[in-house]
């Protein structure tokens, strides 16, 4: 497990047990005609794809979580081979499915960090809570996201205990923002899990679970295509 993964779920246990709650944003289709404009440049980018690992809830205390991280050690290790070149063509793929629509579009050079973004406060309904304005100078006044958070497998747990076998996982948010207005006009989250068809535990190279982590990157790749109807 990486520090990171520990920091997430440390920072989750703590939202939950001083019950705040986070703003939900509702899932926003992309109208048709939104992107059809003359006018139009959509600046394409995506956040730096996470390396696979293994995403471990449940496990909420430090021991729990040291426990539960030693127990999947040895799949981690394996996990950290598997290739994402797939999710990191998704810029260049999803800029080509753009132009193909007749929109102008541009594959933006490096990732977002979105967690460096500056706040933004509104009470308007599918404002981002984060400015996006700096992207405009890069010559564009939309812009499409594709961050990742999750990459590789997914487990959780009942304090030491397993309540399930690990599945892979490929998780994040696709969406557009408009940079004039810094509001939603497409957004999509994606959650794309799905457990072995053979026997997981199979170590050293897990061939069911690993077969399973291409078929959802594959089929959450498919989805968020989908997502981009003009």
Same mark, same amino acid.
Not at 8 to 36: E, R
Not at 116 to 135: G, I, T
């Given at each position: ?64 979580? !040291? +426990? *539960?991280? @030693? ?5 981690? $290790?394996?996990? =950290? ?23 102008? !579009? +541009? *594959?933006? @050079? ?5 967690? $460096?973004?500056? =706040? ?24 499409? +996201? ?85």
């Amino acid at each position: 497990m990486t520090n990171k993964s520990v920091l997430i779920v440390l920072a989750f246990t703590s939202i939950m047990l001083g019950g705040c709650a986070a703003k939900i944003q509702p899932h926003v289709a992309l109208d048709g005609n939104a992107l059809k404009n003359s006018e139009t440049r959509v600046g394409v980018i995506t956040s730096t794809i996470p390396e696979p690992e293994t995403t471990i809830t449940g496990a909420s205390c430090l021991l729990c979580y !040291a +426990v *539960a991280s @030693a127990a999947n050690s040895s799949l981690d $290790k394996h996990l =950290k081979t598997i290739p994402i070149d797939d999710i990191k063509n998704l810029k260049t793929e999803l800029t080509q499915i753009l132009m193909d629509k007749g929109v102008d !579009a +541009v *594959a933006l @050079a490096g990732d977002i960090d979105v967690s $460096k973004l500056k =706040k933004k406060k509104s009470k308007e309904l599918n404002v981002a809570p984060k400015d996006y304005s700096s992207y405009k100078q890069d010559g564009v006044n939309y812009l499409l +996201v594709i961050d990742v958070t999750e990459v590789g497998a997914y487990r959780n747990y009942s304090s030491y205990v397993p309540t399930m076998d690990p599945v892979a996982t490929f998780t994040g948010i696709a969406y557009i923002i408009d940079l004039e207005t810094n509001k939603y006009v497409l957004y999509k989250p994606f959650n794309n899990r799905k457990a072995s068809d053979l026997e997981w535990d199979e170590p050293p190279t897990f061939p069911g679970l690993t077969n399973s982590i291409y078929e959802v990157i594959a089929t959450g790749k498919d989805a968020i295509k989908s997502n981009i109807k003009l």
